[in-house]
């Protein structure tokens, strides 16, 4: 399973450290994900990373402003969240990537951005 | 990254079929076979359904079922029940290292 911490209340412009740590899988040999929810909305696709880190991928609106690490050690993945704004308030899952799917999946952690 | 595009919704009656579509272009859907589906109820994490356009997840009722045609995904249905309401996402690599989501179908059980 997954299980989100970290999310909360920030200003704009300010940082927030999201976590996901993971248990009763490999978690060393899956690549990850973020995914995103907006209120209301549907889902977006926010950032992968490869199994052993080396490769990072983002959408287009974090670029720059986000970052995801993992400690295969810890079974942890992360999402380093800088200069948010307003319209990244959302309920953020993590989840892993088995044949360019998302099998398993968080319960979310909230993050708000007032506007 | 542009959406994918679904119905905003999409309706049956107890017993019968319906097939939701998703529809992109060659540079998404219609040129990998990493297209996968999810099921949302309110207040839940998402669900895999169907990955790599037809195949089932584990679990998964065989009354849900994925193909693909050209740039259009499609997730069926069959032999609807109550609790097959709930919001659908289709899912696809569109390459360039890139992932795009649907926008979203609320299926309404009549």
């Given at each position: 399973?997954?299980?989100?911490?970290?999310?909360?209340?920030?200003?704009?412009?300010?940082?927030?450290?999201?976590?996901?740590?993971?248990?009763?899988?490999?978690?060393?040999?899956?690549?990850?994900?973020?995914?995103?929810?907006?209120?209301?909305?549907?889902?977006?696709?926010?950032?992968?990373?490869?199994?052993?880190?080396?490769?990072?991928?983002?959408?287009?609106?974090?670029?720059?402003?986000?970052?995801?690490?993992?400690?295969?050690?810890?079974?942890?993945?992360?999402?380093?969240?800088?200069?948010?704004?307003?319209?990244?308030?959302?309920?953020?899952?993590?989840?892993?990537?088995?044949w360019?799917a998302?099998h398993?999946?968080?319960?979310?952690?909230?993050?708000?951005?007032?506007? | 990254?542009?959406?994918?595009?679904?119905?905003?919704?999409?309706?049956?009656?107890?017993?019968?079929?319906?097939?939701?579509?998703?529809?992109?272009?060659?540079?998404?859907?219609?040129?990998?076979?990493?297209?996968s589906w999810?099921q949302?109820?309110?207040?839940?994490?998402?669900k895999v359904m169907v990955y790599e356009v037809s195949k089932r997840s584990s679990g998964v009722p065989d009354r849900f079922s994925g193909s693909?045609?050209?740039?259009?995904?499609?997730l069926t249905v069959?032999?609807?029940?109550?609790?097959?309401?709930?919001?659908?996402?289709?899912?696809?690599?569109?390459?360039?290292?890139?992932?795009?989501?649907?926008?979203?179908?609320?299926?309404?059980?009549?």
């Amino acid at each position: 399973q997954l299980v989100e911490s970290g999310g909360g209340l920030v200003q704009p412009g300010g940082s927030l450290r999201l976590s996901c740590a993971a248990s009763g899988f490999t978690f060393s040999t899956s690549w990850m994900s973020w995914v995103r929810q907006a209120p209301g909305k549907g889902l977006e696709w926010v950032a992968n990373i490869k199994q052993d880190g080396s490769e990072k991928y983002y959408v287009d609106s974090v670029k720059g402003r986000f970052t995801i690490s993992r400690d295969n050690a810890k079974n942890s993945l992360y999402l380093q969240m800088n200069s948010l704004r307003a319209e990244d308030t959302a309920v953020y899952y993590c989840a892993n990537i088995v044949w360019g799917a998302f099998h398993i999946w968080g319960q979310g952690t909230m993050v708000t951005v007032p506007s | 990254q542009s959406a994918l595009t679904q119905p905003p919704s999409a309706s049956g009656s107890p017993g019968q079929s319906v097939t939701i579509s998703c529809t992109g272009t060659s540079s998404d859907v219609g040129g990998y076979n990493y297209v996968s589906w999810y099921q949302q109820h309110p207040g839940k994490a998402p669900k895999v359904m169907v990955y790599e356009v037809s195949k089932r997840s584990s679990g998964v009722p065989d009354r849900f079922s994925g193909s693909k045609s050209g740039n259009t995904a499609s997730l069926t249905v069959s032999g609807l029940q109550a609790e097959d309401e709930a919001d659908y996402y289709c899912f696809s690599f569109a390459g360039s290292n890139n992932w795009v989501f649907g926008g979203g179908t609320k299926l309404t059980v009549l």
